[in-house]
Antibody, heavy 120, light 107 residues
Framework: QVQLQESGPGLVKPSETLSLTCSVS????????WAWIRQPAGKGLEWIGRINTSGSTNYNSSLKSRVTMSVDTSKNQFSLKLSSVTAADTAVYYC??????????????WGQGTLVTVSS | DIQMTQSPSSLSASVGDRVTITCRAS??????LNWYQEKPGKAPKVLIYAVSSLQSGVPSRFSGSGSGTDFTLTISSLQPEDFATYYCQQSYSTPRTFGQGTKVEIK
């Protein structure tokens, strides 16, 4: 059974960089896209971006100038950095695997989510 | 970006009711439409992928239909464990986008 686990600081100061890592266990990180998705309290889901093990990335244009994703296949981990954060970046951050089939693409495994609060 | 619009935003229903949630995409997305269920404090869970395919382990009372831009999630007989928020999501193009959610509450 594939499991994902987010880790990183729960509190980040305004203007600083939010850094999260997602550790994948129970399966290989290869041959998939791995995504970050966030959810502010009481609001909907926002896709931040994705990365595969070749390092190919796609970012949400609304965050593109501030987002960097990376992958470490030796550790079965991938990471998110979001720079110049503000209170608007306070949210639960999820990592997820995007399964891709012949006629389907969907998020089949998710981490439990980690709350990141931006505050001084 | 493809906008996903769900309706209603919330609904109240009783156990045993048939519930229908609709999702409209701002452009055709073929069959790249998925449905997720989210419960408080838990990560979303995929119920339906590719419009109508039931994810393994999901009860058969959940079904999906539609094509192009208009899609529907149906719960044939609402059970107590189905009270949750439901999201549609398109995987036709990036950025992946979600509907705003439909909260199903107990009547």
């Amino acid at each position: 059974q594939v499991q994902l686990q987010e880790s990183g600081p729960g509190l980040v100061k305004p203007s600083e960089t939010l850094s999260l890592t997602c550790s994948v266990s129970g399966g290989s990180i290869s041959n998939y896209y791995w995504a970050w998705i966030r959810q502010p309290a009481g609001k909907g889901l926002e896709w931040i971006g994705r990365i595969n093990t070749s390092g190919s990335t796609n970012y949400n244009s609304s965050l593109k100038s501030r987002v960097t994703m990376s992958v470490d296949t030796s550790k079965n981990q991938f990471s998110l950095k979001l720079s110049s954060v503000t209170a608007a970046d306070t949210a639960v951050y999820y990592c997820a695997r995007e399964y891709s089939g012949s006629d389907s693409r969907y998020f089949d495994y998710w981490g439990q989510g980690t709350l990141v609060t931006v505050s001084s | 970006d493809i906008q996903m619009t769900q309706s209603p935003s919330s609904l109240s229903a009783s156990v045993g009711d048939r519930v229908t949630i609709t999702c409209r995409a701002s452009q055709s997305i073929g069959s790249y439409l998925n449905w997720y269920q989210e419960k408080p404090g838990k990560a979303p869970k995929v119920l339906i992928y590719a419009v109508s395919s039931l994810q393994s382990g999901v009860p058969s009372r959940f079904s999906g239909s539609g094509s192009g831009t208009d899609f529907t999630l149906t719960i044939s007989s609402l059970q107590p464990e189905d009270f949750a928020t439901y999201y549609c999501q398109q995987s036709y193009s990036t950025p992946r986008t979600f509907g705003q959610g439909t909260k199903v509450e107990i009547k």
